[in-house]
């Protein structure tokens, strides 16, 4: 009759069901024969009164109790059966539930539509081709990143607060969130790619323009999990980029080809919204929801990581002008290796799981969690590793894949996948802090001059990768980090 | 400042005023008989985002949904000194429900864990690797028989979750001038057993269901592991037992819930039982049986209501007198549709699918019994049920199962039959079947027993005065007597004739002449 807060979990399932007596069954004592009929459930019990509550909702009496068994009340019942069978203590039903089980397919689809955007680059670099600009890098160079940089930074707290709302099942409040956020920052990264470009780099503008509405509409379309959409759109540019392999296509076909999937992206990510009955969106009521300021360390993680993907890609360009190959392979393979990161970072939390489920002790637990990150991380090395080989054999005219490069690339890749994982177990302050203070390291380098991209990108990542391992070792040892 | 009765702190736990049931219905039927009394009601809910489903009247002055899940404010975890302090506590704590040779005593815990709490630290603290530890240190002791059960770290992190967001309304602070009525065992005393220990605010306990009891049943076939289970079950026998001991009074609603309050430790010159009450104005004598001999029940579709009891002892009646039906009204509850189909194919197979009718969920509950020749009750489990006090006050004659408070609900007028018992539930109904004399004359007895001793008003009142009582103000009411032990009350209420003459339910019965 009274509430209780697991409600959802009790119901006909709890009942308890005490076998019927069967009529040929003719004890000597009555009390055996119910100790051996309830033997399971008594067996399991951990106090006398459990054992009672279950005779009660059986239906029993304390007067069919004093007649049949010849005990005062359910209670006096309860100890006589509870004392009568030995414990045993039954393993939870059926398999262990995997909270943490991810579609491997569905991780690739993720990767995939991450990186399928920068075919865009590939497909508008005609249309943004122009002499170099007043820095010397290749015309658009600052305007688009200006752009992408604050699109991917503000997208990235835009989803987690959508994912927030959505934690708290509140999906109305979620799309209200991605309503306002997302146009918000179309507007705001097209402003700043504006602001940014300089005489003669109107189209690199209007390039970016396109590209923050892209970014708006893929961060509904992820954040409402509406990944297959994204893939669709995307479709018919990659289909003209693989194209401009073998064809030179003329301006006006390629400029048709970037804007259908941008008009494809938004159309989708308008019908998903429209799909979402409209809500308060949370603000107009008292009751709590995420807080505005929680999303601020997720933006800032994404600025980091953000500006370490595009310093492996462009670092070269900044620093040797724009006759300079930009590393593609490198950034291709950075962008694609998040999907089967995703994944591992789930592998990693199930193995995790399985390990506080088999160990006794917190040393031993530790120990299990040391051994899973390795065989995780090493994991996503060798994927990184074999998308970057992959990618510089097939990329037309790419940089070439020396040993420097590589480990740069690779400690790049280990930053990358510890600080995902550390922000997946709510450290993301610290994994932001790292990742931008990396960032900001490699951004000062280029800006003074002190010392080369080749160099100064591997030797900032891997001290970037030493202090993060210390901190995932710190705290992921610790079995309360792993609170489900 | 001491309290005037006229503020009440109510305390709730998963029911009102977000869910709909019985003991909802009763909280908002107690706030609307008393528009003298401000009410604060304090509601202990999951994700404190459920909405209100009922509609509060204006002397509730205030609702707070306390959620015990949801992320809690980062607070500095306690350091040096402190730690220790608090690791000393949470141990001694854990002791007193674990190793009840250890000597450490609960309710000195809890009070101590519900000062850190109030200042905010309680659930950073519980969250700590060191109060993990504490926890795998002591459940492994080789005395206890939880070691035997190899109880893993998961185990542990569950166990200390589960105790970190249950002991959450330790944190929530009450009026001072208030009087605190927690409306269930359990959690929902938790924040008046911290407000009676600090600030001297009177605590009164009402128990409708036995929350222990269900928290048993609740865990027994549940997810959590045997340690889980045992941790948490322990800390629920050892709170509803400072609560008994606590609280200063204790209203069950029926005189069988004592035996759990007695069992728990509750002094006997503390309880106090106040019978629910229904308003016969709302469900007035239902008039002449139904042309068609009909069976009525009334409730929710679920297993705990056994059905299938009611099913077979309809089939038996049926054998003797074919053209009875049963109709049953009220809902399938989510993830109870299984159970619809269960009954269903037990009609079947008995061959009497076509005099059953399921009537789902109707407005007028009241027209519900009045579809019955007799009205039925076949649950395994009752507190004291509003559907056979309602039926009652229609004047109808009821046949149901000895269960809880059913029987000193139904006295002399209906019959009572043991659960679980097919033949004795048909034999019972047949007997009123066959008696139209009798049948009628056990109906205008059970009306005229609820007009006597359970109305809503008499139920109402009772709480109105208790309150005054708690709260130390002198007698409202020169002749005070315990509310609701119905034998002793006769002469009270003859003496309170001319006070209940003004309610209108009266006027009805002096026209309708069935009660004197």
Known sequence: ?484 | MPSSGRHVTMLTEGTYPHIHGGVSTWCDQLVRGMPEVDFNVLALTGSGREPVTWELPPNVYRHTAFPLWGTVPARRPLLGKERRRFIDVYERFLLSMLDPESGCDFTQGLYALARLARAGRLSAAMRSEAALRSLMWIWTMPHLQIAAARPTVHDALTATDLLEHALRPLAARLPEDCVAHAVSSGLATLPALAAQHFDGVPFLLTEHGIYLRERYLGYRTGEQSWPVKSVILSFYRELNSMGYRQADLITPCNQYNRRWEERGGAPVDRIRTVYNGVDPNLFPHAGPDPAVPTLSWCGRVDPIKDLETLIRAYAMVRAELPEVRLRLFGPVPAGNADYRTRLEKLAAELGVSDGISYEGRISDVASAYAAGSVVMLSSISEGFPFSLIEAMSCGRATVSTDVGGVREAVGDAGLVVPPREPALMAEATLALLRDDTYRTELGARARSRVVDQFTLHRSVDGFRRIYLELAGSPEPVPRYAPVAEPRAEVPQALDDWTLELVDPWYRELASDGSVW
């Not at chain 1, 070269?316 to 694609?336: E, H, I, Q, R």
């Not at chain 1, 051994?371 to 590793?385: D, K, P, Q, R, S």
Request: overall charge neutral.
């Open chain 1, 1 to 484: 009759m009274s509430g209780s807060l697991w409600l959802g979990k009790e119901g006909q399932d709890t009942l308890p069901f005490i076998p019927r007596q069967r009529p040929h069954a003719v004890a000597a004592d009555p009390i055996d024969e119910l100790a051996d009929r309830m033997e399971e459930l008594i067996a399991a019990a951990v106090h006398p009164d459990e054992v009672a509550a279950i005779l009660e909702s059986d239906g029993m009496t304390d007067a069919h109790i004093r007649t049949t068994y010849g005990r005062q009340d359910s209670f006096e019942l309860a100890e006589d059966l509870y004392a009568r069978v030995e414990r045993r203590y039954p393993s939870v039903a059926g398999p262990a539930a995997d909270p943490w089980h991810a579609a491997l397919p569905a991780c690739l689809l993720r990767g995939l539509v991450f990186a399928l955007p920068g075919l865009a680059y590939v497909l508008g670099a005609p249309l943004l081709a122009g002499p170099p600009d007043r820095f010397g890098l290749p015309a658009g160079t600052v305007p688009l990143l200006a752009g992408a940089v604050t699109g991917w930074v503000w997208n990235q707290g835009l989803s987690h607060r959508a994912y927030a709302w959505l934690g708290l099942g509140d999906r109305p409040a979620a799309a209200a969130a991605l309503r306002t956020g997302a146009p918000l920052g179309a507007v705001l990264s097209a402003l700043v790619a504006l602001a940014a470009s300089g005489p003669g780099e109107l189209s690199a503008a209007g390039f970016a323009a396109g590209q923050a509405v892209y970014l708006a509409a893929a961060t509904v379309l992820l954040a409402l999990g509406r990944e297959r959409d994204l893939l669709v759109a995307l479709l018919p540019m990659t289909a003209g980029a693989a194209a401009t392999v073998a064809l030179d296509l003329p301006d006006l076909l390629r400029t048709a080809l970037l804007l259908l999937p941008l008009a494809a992206a938004t159309a989708f990510a308008r019908r998903a919204l429209s799909g979402v009955p409209g809500g308060d969106g949370g603000a107009a009521d008292d009751r709590p929801g995420p807080r505005l300021a929680a999303s601020v360390p997720y933006a800032l993680f994404g600025l980091g990581t953000g500006v370490l993907v595009l310093y492996a890609a462009v670092g070269d360009v900044f620093a040797d002008g724009a006759g300079s190959a930009v590393a593609a392979p490198s950034a291709v393979a950075l962008t694609l290796s998040m999907g089967p990161a995703e994944w591992l970072l789930y592998r990693f939390r199930s193995e995790s799981l399985a390990g506080l489920r088999a160990s006794t002790t917190a040393y031993g637990f530790r120990k299990a969690t040391a051994n899973t990150i390795a065989v995780c991380l090493g994991g996503y090395l060798v994927i990184l590793f074999a998308l970057t080989v992959l990618g510089t054999l097939l990329w037309p005219g790419a940089p070439e894949l020396g040993a420097l490069r590589l480990t740069g690339l690779l400690l790049t890749g280990m930053v990358l996948w510890t600080a995902l994982l550390l922000q997946s177990f709510g450290a993301v302050r610290s994994a932001a802090a790292v990742c931008c203070t990396a960032g900001g390291v490699q951004v000062l380098a280029l800006a003074t001059g002190a010392g080369h991209p080749r160099t100064v990108g591997p030797v900032v990542a891997g001290v970037a990768a030493v202090v993060l391992a210390a901190l995932v070792g710190a705290l992921l040892g610790r079995a309360t980090a792993h609170r489900v």
